[in-house]
């Protein structure tokens, strides 16, 4: 009579554990991104903020720190192996060649793709190149999309193109990056 005592409330649990652990199956994604199908193989894509006014106080410290990454100078460049370097804060130019910070997943590499949907077409027209102007009077992005043996360079304001400050937004937060201080 106790074997059945203590069976039962064991038995009762182990049928409980195995139930609940089969409702709690994961749901998978329906597509996982694969490059070359999802993205071009050779996607690459430079995006440099470019802010007007002083960076930099006196003692050299930097001004823009705390400021919305779409508002603070930067550089990111995404290569075609998913690699992403980035820089952020005064200094931080088109002549700047950021550190390595982390390889992103093709499912990351597929959406900046998608993001990117509205420049794609002018991939076919070329890359202007010197040709680029660029206003200092307002923060800019300097954007260079690279896919399918031919690229394109667009310069965007950021303070009335909300897509760009996604973008932006975007590859900070890939980067790890935050506005300043979190806590």
């Known amino acids: 009579m106790l074997l059945i005592r203590l069976l039962v409330p064991m038995i009762c649990v182990l ?3 195995v139930l609940l652990a089969g409702c ?8 996982v991104p694969v490059r070359g199908t999802d993205y071009p193989t050779d996607f ?7 802010t007007p006014g002083r960076e ?3 003692r050299g410290r930097d001004l823009t720190f705390g400021k919305d990454l779409a508002e603070r100078p930067a550089r990111y460049i995404v290569e075609p192996d998913g690699l992403l370097r980035a820089a952020v804060g005064a200094g931080a130019t088109t002549r700047v060649y950021p550190p390595r910070t982390k390889y992103l997943t093709d499912l990351q590499m597929a959406d900046l793709w998608r993001r990117l949907s509205w420049v794609r077409p002018e991939l076919q027209i070329g890359d202007p190149g010197e040709d ?3 206003r200092m009077s307002s923060t800019s992005a300097i954007i260079h999309i690279s896919a399918d043996g031919r690229r394109t360079t667009r310069v965007v304001n950021l303070e009335e193109d909300e897509w ?3 973008l932006v937004r975007t590859l900070g937060e890939h980067a790890w990056l935050s ?3 979190s806590w």
């Open 24 to 31: 709690a199956s994961q749901t998978k994604p329906t597509h």
């Open 179 to 181: 506005t300043g201080w």
């Open 132 to 134: 680029t102007v660029i």
């Open 56 to 58: 930099t106080d006196e």
């Open 44 to 50: 690459a894509l430079s995006v440099t903020v470019m």
């Open 164 to 166: 760009a400050k996604s």
């Open 15 to 17: 049928l409980a554990s």
